[in-house]
């Protein structure tokens, strides 16, 4: 359709993809033939069957055991610049990728294993492709604060290469008061913070999100809507929100993307932006992801500009990187 081709010329910014995420089957195949690992899964098809999930914890449990794949600095260097590609080709000029190091260091992988691969293929991307980018740090909510501090001791050495620290994993029964004492640091110390909220956790985890590690950004905060007072504060402090309307249906956090409430958080005047998450599980790269849910929500163009514009303004690009995507 004519909203199609808009969005596919739209000039935006993606703000919440998990590199481990954009991990293709195909991709995955490769790299366990190349590193000499068995998968429990005959083929690229029988793998893909796989994926069908009834709430978070299904997905985390294959997506985990999908990165073990992942070995070398190459292994990492190719991941990431299969994503980058697929990104320049749906108009993203910029971007900014979670990575989950813990996933690694657990498999005695090292950390500069996995940071030199991905950084090595973000500045070849910057050069050849014009796509900047900016590298966040998620500490793995199921594991202990204190193995998130050590992950951050870890890091500081690259402190040049990492623009923030985030939060991801099992949200339930992990609210972001397990992980105040690390992100008091990781502020102290001049990085950006966001965090995962309410994408099956309550209102109160985007709440202490907010007050407790005070983040610059909520990855998906689709439970805030059920508070009209935390609606209105996410309003006033113009807060972004990183939405993934195609991550939130293949996890049953939506049964359907009419009823997202992305529709909602427009009507709000709240900062959504729209991001594919994992795109390698749920079906989609960002374009994708405005394309089905202009569809379900009957977005109008304006909307839709809107969107892409949030995602340039939102990002953490420099003010002078800023000022040309603007
Ligand atoms: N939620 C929490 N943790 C994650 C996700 C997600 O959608 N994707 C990768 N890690
Ligand atoms: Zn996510």
């Not at 991990?23 to 029988?46: D, K, Q, T, W």
């Not at 009834?54 to 070995?71: C, M, P, S, T």
């Not at 929500?297 to 420099?318: G, I, M, P, V, W």
Request: glycine share 6%; with cysteine.
């Amino acid at each position: 359709t004519d909203l199609n081709a808009f969005i596919d010329e739209l000039p935006k910014a993606e703000l919440h993809v998990h590199i481990e995420g954009t991990l293709e089957p195909e991709l995955m195949f490769a790299l366990a033939e190349r590193n000499g690992i068995a998968l429990p899964y005959g083929s690229v098809e029988e793998l893909r069957a796989a994926y069908s999930f009834k709430n978070l914890q299904e997905f985390l449990d294959l997506y985990y055991q999908g990165a073990q794949v992942l070995i070398t600095r190459q292994d990492f260097y190719d991941l990431t610049m299969a994503y980058l590609k697929r990104a320049h080709a749906d108009r993203v000029l910029h971007t900014e990728i979670f990575f989950d190091p813990q996933t690694h260091t657990e498999r005695g992988i090292a950390f500069e294993t996995v940071l030199d691969g991905i950084t090595t293929a973000l500045s070849d991307a910057a050069h050849e492709l014009g796509l900047t980018s900016e590298l966040i740090l998620c500490f793995l909510r199921h594991l202990s604060e204190d193995d998130a501090i050590a992950t951050y001791e870890m890091a500081l050495p690259h402190r040049d290469r990492i623009a923030g620290f985030g939060l991801d994993s099992s949200e339930k029964g992990h609210p972001p008061a397990k992980f105040e004492r690390v992100f008091t640091r990781v502020r102290a110390d001049g990085f950006k913070v966001v965090a995962h909220a309410g994408e099956e956790g309550p209102p109160e985890y985007v709440r202490d999100a907010l007050d407790l590690l005070k983040v610059d950004r909520i990855d998906h905060g689709n439970r805030a809507l059920e508070d009209s007072a935390l609606v209105e504060r996410l309003a006033r402090e113009a807060m972004p929100l990183t939405v993934c309307p195609l991550s939130n249906l293949s996890l049953a956090v939506v049964t359907d993307l009419a009823d997202h409430p992305l529709r909602q958080m427009l009507d709000a005047g709240l900062v959504a932006t729209l991001n594919s998450d994992d795109p390698a599980y749920f079906g989609g790269y960002v374009n994708q992801n405005y394309k089905e849910t202009q569809s379900a929500l009957s977005l109008t163009k304006d909307e839709l500009a809107l969107l892409a514009r949030n995602s340039l303004t939102a990002s953490f690009a420099s003010p002078e990187r800023k000022a040309e995507l603007l």
